[in-house]
């Protein structure tokens, strides 16, 4: 029985409508945004960082449902452009349009794109020798 008033509570509606709102804002859509082709032939594709936070409280201080119930639930949504993927003729590079990455994984993802480009070039070059 505790568990159907805690379902109807307002804390939990208000924390609810709070996530709903959140999920609005924040698709996959606005993290890796919809390609642009240019008339030349080029794909960018922007690509963003967000962050989120979500906070809530709230007490229930009567025995009665409706009875001397305060409460507050909050979000926020942040979203910072860090990058577009260029693409052309067959090969993608990253422009970086952010602040130099901070930290070291934040080198090793921008230089994922570089890296498979040149082992990609390493490996045609194999084959083309190998058939020669």
Same mark, same amino acid.
């Given at each position: 029985?505790?568990?159907?008033?805690?379902?109807?509570?307002?804390?939990?509606?208000?924390m609810?409508?709070?996530? !709903? $709102?959140?999920?609005?804002?924040?698709?996959?859509?606005?993290?890796v945004?919809?390609?642009?082709?240019?008339?030349? /032939? =080029?794909?960018? %594709?922007? %690509?963003?960082? =967000?962050?989120?936070?979500?906070?809530?409280?709230g007490?229930?201080?009567?025995?009665?449902?409706? !009875?001397?119930?305060?409460? /507050?639930? /909050? /979000?926020?949504?942040? %979203?910072?452009?860090?990058?577009?993927? =260029?693409?052309?003729?067959?090969?993608?590079?990253?422009?970086?349009?952010?602040?130099?990455?901070?930290?070291? =994984?934040?080198r090793i993802?921008?230089?994922?794109?570089?890296?498979?480009?040149?082992? !990609? $070039?390493?490996?045609?070059?194999? !084959?083309? $020798?190998?058939?020669?």
């Open positions: 029985m505790e568990n159907k008033m805690e379902n109807k509570s307002p804390l939990n509606d208000m609810r409508n709070a996530m !709903e $709102k959140v999920r609005e804002m924040v698709d996959t859509n606005t993290i945004g919809q390609p642009i082709t240019t008339p030349d /032939g =080029v794909t960018l %594709i922007p %690509i963003s960082k =967000v962050s989120f936070g979500f906070g809530s409280g007490g229930d201080y009567g025995k009665a449902p409706k !009875e001397n119930f305060g409460g /507050g639930a /909050g /979000g926020a949504v942040k %979203i910072d452009p860090v990058a577009f993927l =260029v693409i052309k003729d067959g090969t993608t590079r990253v422009l970086p349009v952010a602040v130099p990455p901070a930290s070291t =994984v934040d993802v921008d230089m994922v794109p570089d890296v498979m480009d040149k082992v !990609e $070039k390493f490996f045609d070059k194999k !084959e083309a $020798k190998e058939t020669l």
